[in-house]
DNA sequence: TCTGGGGTCCTAGGACCC
DNA sequence: TCTGGGGTCCTAGGACCC
């Protein structure tokens, strides 16, 4: 047995809102913020005050929207705005890189961040306190540390540090009795526990588990043979056993998608065509972007199921490539064929797709007997697709796309976000002004 | 009228092989 | 009347995460 291992959880609060309040300090006073999906759909993200407003996660905009003004709840919304966040989150990540080996650090979602200070011999509550100034300070966002000897253990304490305010933003597990690690975990509910969804908590609750530490105490074996393999890593995870790989490198994807819902309902196939060739050369450059190539193409197209009145038609389909390939134009046609095979006439179209499969290394495609090369980056469709990466890296997502991907100002179905802030960290033009 | 968009992993069951 | 045992691969679907 090697020594505990002491690994931190750093998770920023309302990471959408905060960032949107950096920049909005007049909404520090008793606002309600929120932020919306994309196409404005339903909420995201919501601010403490609007946590506390009862407003729940995935709520429908138009609902809320009604609500508030019946209310007269200070609700203020937001359109998701991904510049800003990305470039937030990037800032915030090289602050904690900082504090450890740049192979102790694993960066595991937009807003959240695993260190490992299994070899770094400091005082863990007080470097919890500079993690949490320094953020706050460098970036202005407010975050909160959780430690344990394995990832769902230090899951959890982020997850006391966020809810319980005796921990002042900082929860420490890594130095406890199992005593008192005892009491901690019988204070957190088995559906807050990292890995226990929805499903598995109602099947868990009916079996008399419903805390954390319930589910520390419970036969690995039992749980093995009730549930699954996964339910059972997670118990040993709360034992202080780890189960879960340290990913310092992120794996390249094995699957990419592309897909939006339409501003408008689409109706023909000409219409359709456009949408997908457009997420067929977002999914390309996507792929592009990590040296993959594709095996498999496929699309699906969506009725709106929300919609009773409506006959309901989703359809999906994919297909094998006989070659694989990252040409933005090859995938948009295989694409384009794929729709075809699966529209049919006389539905209402909301939302369509693209999703690339069996992903491997560019350089490994195989050929085939009749096209021994295969499109690849080092064809000369491979500069084509570069030069397009550029203009596009250059000149914004979409400047430049393929074939029937439609012109911008003639979209109908391209999202709405009539709520969007600045991006006030990536666009000269849109810089925050003081007066 | 308006209800997001990405991902991962696991399991079960069928087809097929020797 | 009796009808094996051991695999692989593929796909669909369900569960989870942010």
């Known amino acids: 047995m090697s ?24 909404l520090d006073r008793g606002a309600a913020v929120v932020v919306l999906s994309n196409n404005d759909g339903c909420v995201v993200a919501r601010s403490a005050e609007a946590k506390s407003l009862g407003i729940p996660m995935g709520q429908p905009w ?8 019946r209310k007269r709840w200070p609700v203020v919304a937001f359109s998701s705005n991904y510049t800003l966040y990305g470039d937030m989150s990037a800032r915030f990540m090289s602050v904690l890189a ?22 770094h011999r400091v005082d863990l509550a007080a470097t919890g306190r500079q993690i949490r ?18 990832k769902t253990l230090a899951k959890l304490a982020n997850h006391c540090a966020k809810k319980q305010p005796q921990w002042s933003g900082i929860c420490d597990l890594t130095g406890l009795s199992n005593a008192e690690l005892s009491a901690v975990l019988a204070s957190v ?3 807050d526990v990292w890995g226990i969804g929805r499903k598995l908590a109602e099947s868990l609750i009916r079996g008399g588990i419903t805390t954390a530490e319930q589910l520390r105490q419970a036969d690995a074996r039992r749980i093995r043979e009730r549930f699954n393999v996964v339910v059972e890593r997670t118990v ?9 790989a340290w990913e310092t490198e992120p794996p390249a994807k094995q699957q990419i998608i592309a897909s939006r819902s339409f501003g408008a309902p689409l109706y023909t196939l000409d219409e359709l065509r456009e949408p997908i060739h457009m997420h067929a050369g977002r999914a390309a450059e996507k792929l592009r972007a990590q040296g993959s190539v594709a095996g498999r193409v496929g699309v699906w197209i969506e009725t709106n199921r929300f919609r009773a009145q409506d006959a309901q038609y989703s359809p999906t389909r994919s297909v094998r490539l006989p070659t694989a390939t990252a040409d933005s134009a090859d995938i948009a046609a295989w694409a384009s064929h794929v729709l075809k095979s699966i529209w049919r006439d006389g539905y209402r179209y909301v939302k369509a797709g693209v999703m690339l499969d069996e992903l491997r290394p560019a350089g490994m495609a195989q050929g085939t007997l009749f096209d021994p090369a295969p499109a690849g980056l080092d064809s000369s469709r491979g500069e084509l697709m570069e030069l397009l990466d550029k203009v596009n890296d250059k000149w914004g997502r979409n400047a430049m796309g393929i074939g029937h991907a439609g012109v911008r100002a003639a979209r109908s179905w391209d999202m709405q976000r009539g709520m969007m802030s600045p991006r006030y960290t990536t666009a000269w033009s849109e810089l925050r002004a003081v007066e």
């Open 3 to 26: 020594a505990s291992r002491r690994i931190a959880l750093v998770d920023a609060n309302s990471f959408y809102c905060s960032c949107e309040r950096v920049f909005r300090p007049d």
């Open 62 to 69: 138009y609902m809320l929207r009604d609500e508030a003004r």
């Open 98 to 119: 900082q504090f450890v080996a740049p192979q102790d650090v694993e960066q595991y979602s937009i807003d959240e961040c695993f260190l490992d200070f299994t070899h």
């Open 133 to 150: 100034d320094r953020v706050k300070q460098w970036t202005g966002l407010p975050v909160c540390v959780g430690y344990g000897a394995t």
């Open 189 to 191: 509910k088995v559906q």
């Open 236 to 244: 040993a995870e709360l034992q202080g056993i780890p189960c879960l």
